[in-house]
């Protein structure tokens, strides 16, 4: 059993969609952002950096495993999917998945906070990210021209990518006049998988029309 420790944010998602890809049996822990959950003493001890997402498998000694890169390839080798056996195979998911990594997280994550967080309104910040977040769509969409999925078949590199390009609008970048990248995100966006691991963690809501609301923006 694993134990996932996350909230709704993109690096939390491709966690919770790879475990339902994957059919592996997982308890939810979600942490309130609020509370400094994350920064908690027991938190800290499954991921000292004090960030979501980590898991616990319970099946193997409770290891703990922190950083979402590294759960999503922890996942795989688990259960044996998602993620190729032969070297080429292999290294072709790991460089798509590191380029989500160190390109994608990164500079669409700073594209978020300068658009839409930050107290000043900074232009070139926000020009510098947004322009960068817009420049690696581009790399993925010529890619997602050459092949269906990021590796060939789809794995966990798309997974990676996905929760974070599916919000591009948050971010304030289009995706306007990338046929290849909008073909992809509709396709995962229909998988059953998919649909349900953007649901992790469920928000405690009463109210049956405000449930309704906040599962057709998780899902679009």
């Known amino acids: ?18 475990l339902e890809e994957l059919g592996l049996p997982y ?7 609020d ?35 590294a759960i999503l390839i922890y ?4 259960s044996g999917q998602l993620l190729p056996q032969d070297r080429k195979g ?14 994608i997280g990164p500079m669409q994550g700073q594209a978020n906070v300068f658009f839409r967080y930050f107290p000043e309104k ?13 420049r690696l769509y581009e790399v993925l969409d010529t890619r997602l021209g050459e092949a269906e999925y990021l590796a060939g078949d789809y794995s966990i590199a798309d997974i990676a990518s996905f929760p974070w390009v599916r919000i591009h ?19 995962l966006e229909a998988r059953p998988a998919v649909q349900r691991g953007l649901l992790v963690p469920r928000r405690e809501v009463d109210d049956a029309k405000a ?5 057709s923006m998780l899902v679009r």
């Open 211 to 215: 449930v309704k609301t906040a599962q």
């Open 27 to 33: 308890n939810v822990h979600a942490l309130s952002f």
């Open 35 to 69: 509370k400094k959950e994350q920064k908690s003493p027991a938190f800290l001890k499954i991921n000292p950096n004090g960030r979501i997402p980590a898991i616990v498998d319970r099946d193997n000694d409770d290891f703990a495993v922190f950083e979402s890169g």
């Open 90 to 103: 292999r290294s072709r998911v790991l460089q798509w998945l590191m380029f989500q990594m160190g390109g």
């Open 169 to 187: 609008d948050w971010s304030g970048v289009s995706v306007e006049g990338l046929e290849h990248l909008q073909r992809w995100i509709a396709a």
């Open 75 to 78: 996942l795989a080798e688990l």
């Open 1 to 18: 059993m694993i134990d996932l420790y996350t909230a709704a944010t993109p690096n939390g998602h491709k966690v919770s969609i790879a």
């Open 122 to 134: 900074l232009q070139g910040a926000i020009d510098r990210y947004q322009h960068e977040t817009r």
